[in-house]
């Protein structure tokens, strides 16, 4: 599966914020939704990919960890990955986070 990166649109921009709202037509908000569900759709599929592509490179390291004679799982390294994500995203981050190194363990 080959997935482009997707680029963030830029931000509207007005020098009068207020004229923005008044010139424009007000746009159909069954089109905001399903644009919006589409760009969601294409995220969704791109983190998809990126999970995917994590857990190929987490069986390498245990691959060649366990080679030469180490655990395969480092648990202070999950440790790391853990703060990281609660850091980021909060609390909701470390399930995340348990989530993902849930799904790249003990594919060796």
């Given at each position: 599966?080959?997935?482009?990166?997707?680029?963030?649109?830029?931000?509207a921009?007005?020098?009068?914020?207020s004229?923005a709202?008044?010139?424009a037509p007000?746009?159909?908000?069954?089109?905001?939704?399903a644009d919006?569900?589409?760009?969601?759709d294409?995220?969704d599929?791109?983190?998809?990919g990126l999970v995917?592509?994590r857990m190929?490179v987490?069986?390498v390291?245990q691959?060649?960890?366990?080679?030469?004679?180490?655990?395969?799982v480092?648990?202070s390294?999950?440790?790391?990955?853990?703060?990281r994500?609660?850091d980021a995203?909060g609390?909701?981050?470390?399930?995340?986070?348990?989530t993902?190194l849930?799904?790249?363990?003990?594919r060796?």
């Amino acid at each position: 599966m080959s997935i482009t990166p997707m680029t963030t649109r830029p931000a509207a921009t007005s020098a009068d914020p207020s004229s923005a709202s008044a010139s424009a037509p007000a746009a159909d908000p069954a089109a905001v939704i399903a644009d919006a569900r589409a760009r969601i759709d294409a995220l969704d599929d791109h983190i998809l990919g990126l999970v995917q592509e994590r857990m190929a490179v987490s069986a390498v390291v245990q691959q060649t960890r366990i080679a030469t004679g180490g655990r395969r799982v480092h648990l202070s390294r999950e440790m790391e990955v853990l703060s990281r994500y609660r850091d980021a995203l909060g609390r909701p981050g470390t399930s995340l986070a348990m989530t993902i190194l849930e799904l790249c363990r003990g594919r060796v």
